[in-house]
């Protein structure tokens, strides 16, 4: 980028600003006392490419229209690999600006408006107004080593695309560490948490066979409870019976033997009146039963016949009585067997052991408690010795014979039997709290073990997840130090190519006494002294030699700058370099700069006199008019 032109109004001390004619190879001098407005020009000509300037920017942009002014303008034209380019700021008192880029060849459409023109001219000339500063324009300031971080400089490296990446990189590193951690910390709480439900190995089959055992001895004992009751009732009513059965047998039995003595009699007295009626007393007997039912027209063997069947019938009907009352007996000593053998069958019921006579826990059996210890839940009278005994083995026996032979009466049975019941229900009870906590520590077991196994599945998922997150942020941390690497390198070779190209300018500006720098990775600077014949930091040197290889490193970043960006002619901006420099060195230096060759070949020079010999292409003389500088235009008034 080379400048062809310059014109503005009402900008930082000119009223009217108007420079054509420049030369577009050489050194352009700008000469001038203190406060002449020779380095306004470098402010203005800043301000019409980027909209700002190194001192102002942002709101105070204002600030750069001319003192007294509302408004002020500038028109740059500049020449860009062949083509003219002219761009044209107008700003306000309140740092309100207005922009247009053109092309000279199509003057009629703009390449850019407003604010789009600072991007637009940034891709055509190759760089930013942070690159512009660190390479092309020296303000009126010290003169210091590049900062290897800077903006421009690693961008001029190509290292800028790289280390953002590197940052993304730290960035998504960052979160997935974090994220690491917090997957780190729920898995330490979900093993602490699967350590205390660990399953005791075996400890569900135990419960198990524990409450299979539990609901046998339940139905046994339900079983038992029902099956006495019903024996109870059975001989409850069979001794009620049973104590009407003698009378009832031996009226039968009387009965019987009258029926049985009269059939014999009268059948005796058939048989006489039958066979032989003439033998004595047969015909008394016969006449007597003649008279008694000589009415009637029967014949005494009849009548005979008659009685012995009756009282044959009667016989008959007397001994179906006593079947009937010896059936209902064998009965009701079947159900007085019945009770006995329930006696038998309690007593052949396994009794509890101690570890089920106990009430369990309130906590069920989840913890791992066994059968008969005793929990919270237990209270002081629950202990074993307050079970209600059973009667003792002979009385039962007693019992039993008594029941056998339906001698024992119903009250005596009731009173047993509500002891046996009371025994019954007792275990009943027992086994019942037993069941229901075995079932309980059942469910918190199998439980435990559902959450045990989700536990377990769960740290195998999160195990995978940390493994491949741990893969994920290798691979990251190993492209961070790829790109670190290569961004290192692409520095090294940037400060050995700026090296080479800065020791072709040292000699000339050092007049000989220094030869060659060395440019480390950071930019750091230490120059070799042929004096001395050794290398020497900075601060060994004096500060007017300082000046001059920081300016010859400061052309040699531009000169970087415009190969690696650029890649066209370029001007650069040098307000007072040489602030410091007697003639002599004034006039070698200016030598040794229009003599550097490359792409800078425009170079605004900005000092307070030049020698008269000095190999200046163009001078311009500010000052001469307070706020008006005019070259190569009509002069205005």
Same mark, same amino acid.
């Given at each position: 980028?080379?400048?062809?032109?310059?014109?503005?109004?009402?900008?930082?001390?000119?009223?009217?600003?108007?420079?054509?004619?420049?030369?577009?190879?050489?050194?352009?001098?700008?000469?001038?006392?203190?406060?002449?407005?020779?380095?306004?020009?470098?402010?203005?000509?800043?301000?019409?490419?980027?909209?700002?300037?190194?001192?102002?920017?942002?709101?105070?942009?204002?600030?750069l229209v001319h003192w007294g002014a509302g408004e002020g303008a500038v028109t740059l034209r500049f020449r860009v690999k062949g083509k003219g380019y002219e761009v044209s700021r107008h700003l306000t008192r309140d740092g309100t600006q207005s922009a247009r880029l053109i092309a000279l060849e199509t003057p009629n459409e703009p390449l850019a408006r407003a604010d789009a023109v600072t991007p637009a001219l940034t891709r055509l000339v190759g760089f930013g107004f942070d690159d512009y500063v660190e390479t092309c324009y020296l303000a009126q300031r010290e003169i210091a080593s590049p900062h290897p971080h800077s903006p421009a400089v690693r961008a001029m490296v190509g290292a800028a695309p790289l280390?953002?990446? /590197?940052?993304? $990189?730290?960035?998504? &590193? #960052?979160?997935?560490?974090?994220?690491? @951690?917090? %997957?780190? +910390? !729920?898995?330490? *709480?979900?093993?602490?948490?699967?350590?205390?439900?660990?399953?005791?190995?075996?400890? /569900?089959?135990? $419960?198990?066979?524990? &409450? #299979?055992?539990?609901?046998?001895?339940? @139905?046994? %004992?339900? +079983? !038992?409870?029902? *099956?006495?009751?019903?024996?109870?009732?059975?001989?409850?009513?069979?001794?009620?019976?049973?104590?009407?059965?003698?009378?009832?047998? #031996?009226?039968?039995?009387?009965?019987?033997?009258?029926?049985?003595?009269?059939?014999? *009699?009268?059948?005796?007295?058939?048989?006489?009146?039958?066979?032989?009626?003439?033998?004595?007393?047969?015909?008394?007997?016969?006449?007597?039963?003649?008279?008694?039912?000589?009415?009637?027209?029967?014949?005494?063997?009849?009548?005979?016949?008659?009685?012995?069947?009756?009282?044959?019938?009667?016989?008959?009907?007397?001994?179906?009585?006593?079947?009937?009352?010896?059936?209902?007996?064998?009965?009701?000593?079947?159900?007085?067997?019945?009770?006995?053998?329930?006696?038998?069958?309690?007593?052949?019921?396994?009794?509890?052991?101690?570890?089920?006579?106990?009430?369990?826990?309130?906590?069920?059996?989840?913890?791992?408690?066994?059968?008969?210890?005793?929990?919270?839940?237990?209270?002081?009278?629950?202990?074993?010795?307050?079970?209600?005994?059973?009667?003792?083995?002979?009385?039962?026996?007693?019992?039993?014979?008594?029941?056998?032979?339906?001698?024992?009466?119903?009250?005596?049975?009731?009173?047993?039997?509500?002891?046996?019941?009371?025994?019954?229900?007792?275990?009943?009870?027992?086994?019942?709290?037993?069941?229901?906590?075995?079932?309980?520590?059942?469910?918190?077991?199998?439980?435990?073990?559902?959450?045990?196994?989700?536990?377990?599945?769960?740290?195998?998922?999160?195990?995978?997840?940390?493994?491949?997150?741990?893969?994920?942020?290798?691979?990251?941390?190993?492209?961070?130090?790829?790109?670190?690497?290569?961004?290192?390198?692409?520095?090294?070779?940037?400060?050995?190519?700026?090296?080479?190209?800065?020791?072709?300018?040292?000699?000339?500006?050092?007049?000989?006494?220094?030869?060659?720098?060395?440019?480390?990775?950071?930019?750091?600077?230490?120059?070799?002294?042929?004096?001395?014949?050794?290398?020497?930091?900075?601060?060994?040197?004096?500060?007017?030699?300082?000046?001059?290889?920081?300016?010859?490193?400061?052309?040699?970043?531009?000169?970087?700058?415009?190969?690696?960006?650029?890649?066209?002619?370029?001007?650069?901006?040098?307000?007072?370099?040489?602030?410091?420099?007697?003639?002599?060195?004034?006039?070698?230096?200016?030598?040794?700069?229009?003599?550097?060759?490359?792409?800078?070949?425009?170079?605004?020079?900005?000092?307070?006199?030049?020698?008269?010999?000095?190999?200046?292409?163009?001078?311009?003389?500010?000052?001469?008019?307070?706020?008006?500088?005019?070259?190569?235009?009509?002069?205005?008034?």
């Amino acid at each position: 980028m080379i400048i062809l032109r310059i014109e503005a109004e009402r900008l930082h001390r000119y009223r009217v600003l108007r420079l054509a004619d420049l030369p577009e190879r050489g050194i352009i001098g700008l000469s001038g006392d203190n406060e002449s407005g020779k380095s306004a020009i470098g402010e203005i000509i800043c301000f019409a490419l980027f909209g700002r300037t190194f001192a102002l920017a942002g709101e105070r942009i204002g600030k750069l229209v001319h003192w007294g002014a509302g408004e002020g303008a500038v028109t740059l034209r500049f020449r860009v690999k062949g083509k003219g380019y002219e761009v044209s700021r107008h700003l306000t008192r309140d740092g309100t600006q207005s922009a247009r880029l053109i092309a000279l060849e199509t003057p009629n459409e703009p390449l850019a408006r407003a604010d789009a023109v600072t991007p637009a001219l940034t891709r055509l000339v190759g760089f930013g107004f942070d690159d512009y500063v660190e390479t092309c324009y020296l303000a009126q300031r010290e003169i210091a080593s590049p900062h290897p971080h800077s903006p421009a400089v690693r961008a001029m490296v190509g290292a800028a695309p790289l280390q953002a990446c /590197a940052a993304a $990189l730290d960035t998504e &590193l #960052a979160t997935a560490e974090a994220a690491q @951690a917090a %997957r780190r +910390e !729920r898995r330490l *709480a979900l093993t602490e948490e699967q350590a205390q439900l660990a399953p005791e190995a075996g400890r /569900a089959q135990v $419960l198990e066979r524990q &409450l #299979a055992e539990i609901g046998e001895r339940e @139905a046994q %004992r339900a +079983e !038992r409870m029902q *099956a006495l009751q019903g024996a109870s009732d059975d001989y409850s009513t069979a001794y009620r019976r049973h104590g009407s059965h003698g009378a009832r047998r #031996a009226l039968a039995g009387l009965f019987a033997n009258i029926a049985l003595l009269a059939v014999l *009699a009268l059948g005796a007295l058939w048989a006489m009146v039958h066979f032989q009626p003439a033998t004595w007393p047969m015909p008394v007997i016969i006449a007597w039963l003649e008279g008694l039912i000589a009415e009637t027209g029967l014949t005494a063997h009849a009548v005979v016949t008659a009685v012995v069947v009756i009282f044959g019938g009667f016989l008959l009907l007397t001994w179906l009585w006593l079947a009937v009352l010896a059936l209902g007996l064998r009965r009701r000593r079947a159900r007085a067997r019945r009770l006995a053998r329930e006696l038998d069958r309690l007593d052949s019921l396994e009794p509890l052991p101690a570890r089920l006579r106990e009430t369990p826990g309130a906590g069920g059996l989840a913890g791992g408690g066994e059968p008969g210890e005793a929990g919270p839940g237990a209270g002081p009278d629950e202990g074993p010795h307050l079970l209600i005994d059973r009667p003792d083995v002979e009385r039962r026996a007693r019992l039993r014979q008594r029941i056998l032979f339906l001698e024992a009466a119903v009250a005596e049975v009731c009173s047993a039997l509500e002891h046996e019941a009371v025994w019954l229900k007792r275990d009943l009870e027992r086994l019942h709290a037993w069941q229901a906590a075995t079932r309980n520590g059942l469910a918190r077991l199998r439980s435990d073990g559902q959450r045990h196994q989700e536990l377990t599945q769960e740290l195998a998922s999160l195990d995978q997840e940390i493994a491949a997150a741990e893969d994920w942020m290798a691979t990251r941390r190993l492209a961070r130090d790829l790109l670190a690497g290569a961004a290192r390198e692409m520095s090294r070779r940037f400060s050995a190519g700026l090296r080479d190209m800065v020791s072709r300018a040292l000699p000339r500006f050092t007049e000989g006494h220094y030869e060659f720098l060395e440019v480390d990775e950071d930019l750091q600077v230490r120059v070799y002294s042929s004096d001395k014949r050794n290398l020497l930091d900075l601060d060994e040197i004096s500060s007017g030699t300082q000046r001059q290889i920081m300016l010859a490193l400061r052309l040699g970043l531009s000169q970087e700058l415009v190969a690696r960006r650029v890649r066209d002619d370029q001007f650069v901006f040098l307000d007072e370099p040489f602030a410091f420099f007697d003639s002599r060195r004034l006039r070698g230096a200016l030598k040794n700069l229009s003599e550097l060759g490359g792409d800078l070949t425009q170079y605004w020079v900005v000092a307070q006199r030049f020698p008269q010999d000095a190999p200046i292409g163009l001078e311009i003389a500010c000052g001469q008019h307070p706020d008006t500088l005019t070259l190569g235009f009509p002069e205005v008034a």
